[in-house]
């Protein structure tokens, strides 16, 4: 079987001999046999398709890179030459400052920098076509509101941000003019020229009662206004009236149907607000119409038809070249609906796809989500009682042969089939022991007591892990516990092992460094330690030792007590009392 470092090769050469599309290939095999997630594969095959002008493809695998390693300067270039590709000069250049912040020295990335920069001064210092001074006009906002022709549109913030950028920013006047006609009627009203004589007033984007944001309410689709004639013409040059005028009475009308459908959606009644959008769609292409007519099939229960529209408005807005955005949106409904089909695997699918296009909080927690609820639903399927006994029974077979790790990974086959039998972790904690993981084993150990809180076989396997790590403070206090579990649901059967791993405990943890110390050294070193000068404070301990001077005996009525016995123990560990 060819392993991911050989794919890796073969791929690096067929890029070397420019051979992009063999690479891409190759790559992606290598993606796919790894047993980790590896970013220089994703950073590779990023280069590959940057190589061959596929930005979008190039970003997916450079945002993949980045995320699975963070703090890799190379990958920041991946991503700043994919966002410099697609055009995104801002976010080429965060990427390529960032690459610089995690190291800079890195000569790729001072060249990438050096580039968008470049771009980004000639773009400023192309010509505004002569737009540039409308805009400088320091109450010009103000006097948009005012103006009845522009009033209703000035609402909308995003409007408003546009025309503020052009007062810093006039070239981009030519290329959003193209995008959103509306900026059409703000020329006119800023030059005083009445664009609608003959036409009525174009409607407003969002009418007052558009549905209530919810999970899968309706996008609203940016407001264009229907322009008409201008000016009265002559009677020779009425002909040459622009064809255009229909297409936009139609987006006109489209609006209507749109903002009827909004109407009726807010009621619930989505059969008649669907029947609208899709009118709205037919008078004019815009996908958020097909967003918004999903919305309704989805909160109608209809999930099969709401993923049809939206692969619909997926195609198409490739075709219409539609914003990232709102094909964005098409993704994270088509995640929603596949969801609700429980479809997990296919609604990650398309929260990634949406996240490549446009990243958001809201679509970012969906899939983090998801993936935990997958690999939950992926782990209860996988439970299997019969299967989980026949790997005990394997893991036995293995420990019993003091073959420890293939006993360990049977243990661990058997929790996986099994997760709340508290065995499984125990017996794994017991395996994990000799091979001398003692940290794993008591983890191992506090999962079996979790899941069974009176599993004394368990608490005893623990004891003898902190004692190997030198806790001894802890494994009495666990040995403690069994001691009281084993008696209550064991009737102390064992008493006996509990006890020599108490002594054991208690002795190692006075361990004198030197063997030939005197009593009084024993004694000084002892009171040191809190728990035995705590001890020989309390005034019942003091009088049990007093009696216990005069009648040795009666030490041993008062170690009939529980507390009493513990406290014996650590002073007879610790020194202070002598056994002959």
Not at 30 to 39: G, L, M
Request: aromatic share 6%.
């Amino acid at each position: 079987m060819t392993t991911a470092e050989e794919y890796k090769k073969e791929g690096n050469s067929a890029f070397a001999a420019k051979d992009f599309e063999k690479a891409i290939e190759l790559f992606g095999k290598a993606i796919e046999v790894s047993e980790q997630p590896n970013h220089v594969l994703y950073s590779n095959r990023s280069a590959c398709y940057a190589s061959m002008r596929k930005f979008r493809e190039a970003l997916a695998d450079a945002q993949e890179c980045v995320r699975i390693k963070p703090d890799w300067s190379k990958g920041h270039n991946r991503l700043g030459a994919a966002h410099y590709g697609l055009g995104d000069l801002d976010e080429a250049e965060e990427s390529y400052k960032k690459a610089l912040e995690l190291d800079s020295s890195n000569k790729a990335a001072q060249d990438g920098l050096a580039q968008v920069q470049a771009t980004q001064q000639q773009r400023m210092e192309q010509p505004d076509l002569g737009f540039g001074q409308m805009f400088q006009d320091p109450n010009l906002i103000q006097k948009l509101k005012n103006n009845p022709k522009t009033a209703e549109m000035m609402k909308d913030p995003q409007l408003v941000a546009k025309v503020l950028q052009f007062q810093s920013n006039p070239q981009a006047i030519s290329t959003e003019l193209m995008r959103d006609p509306r900026l059409m009627t703000v020329m006119a009203a800023i030059l005083g020229i009445d664009l609608s004589m003959d036409s009525p007033e174009p409607k407003s984007a969002a009418p007052a009662d558009a549905p209530a944001p919810s999970a899968e309410q309706p996008s609203e689709a940016k407001p264009e206004p229907t322009p008409a004639a201008s000016q009265p013409a002559p009677a020779a040059e009425k002909e040459e009236e622009p064809e255009q005028m229909h297409v936009d009475d139609d987006r006109s009308k489209a609006e209507e149907a749109k903002a009827k459908g909004n109407e009726l959606y807010k009621k619930r009644q989505f059969d008649e607000a669907i029947a609208n959008y899709e009118k709205a769609w037919d008078l004019h292409k815009d996908i958020t119409y097909l967003n918004n007519r999903a919305a309704a099939e989805y909160e109608k229960g209809d999930y099969e038809s709401a993923i049809k529209t939206l692969e619909k408005a997926v195609e198409e807005g490739r075709e219409l070249r539609a914003d990232y955005k709102v094909i964005a949106k098409s993704f994270a409904r088509l995640g929603n609906a596949h969801y609700k089909l429980a479809d997990l695997k296919k609604a990650i699918e398309y929260y990634e796809k949406s996240l490549t296009e446009h990243r958001t909080p809201e679509v970012l927690n969906k899939l983090r989500s998801l993936e935990k609820e997958q690999k939950k639903r992926e782990a209860e399927a996988y439970i299997d009682p019969e299967k989980a006994e026949e790997a005990r029974l394997q893991g036995k077979e293995y420990f019993t042969n003091a073959d420890w790790p293939n006993a360990v990974k049977a243990y661990t086959e058997m929790i996986k089939r099994a997760p709340e039998d508290a065995r499984g972790y125990s017996n794994r904690a017991a395996a994990l022991a000799k091979l001398m993981s003692f940290p794993d084993a008591i983890k191992d150990c506090d999962m079996a007591i979790q899941k069974d809180p009176n599993f004394v076989r368990a608490y005893i396997r623990k004891a003898t892990a902190q004692i190997a790590v030198q806790e001894y403070a802890a494994a009495i206090e666990t040995l403690d516990t069994a001691r009281e579990k084993d008696a209550e649901v064991n009737n102390g059967s064992n008493t006996r092992e509990i006890d020599q791993l108490y002594i054991k405990a208690t002795q190692q943890r006075f361990q004198p460094a030197n063997a030939n110390e005197s009593p009084e050294e024993t004694y000084a070193r002892a009171v040191k330690d809190p728990e035995v000068a705590a001890i020989l404070q309390d005034p019942v301990m003091q009088s049990i030792l007093s009696q216990a001077q005069q009648n040795p005996a009666a030490l041993q009525e008062h170690m009939k007590n529980p507390q009493v016995f513990k406290k014996i123990q650590t002073l007879i560990a610790a020194g202070i009392i002598r056994t002959r």
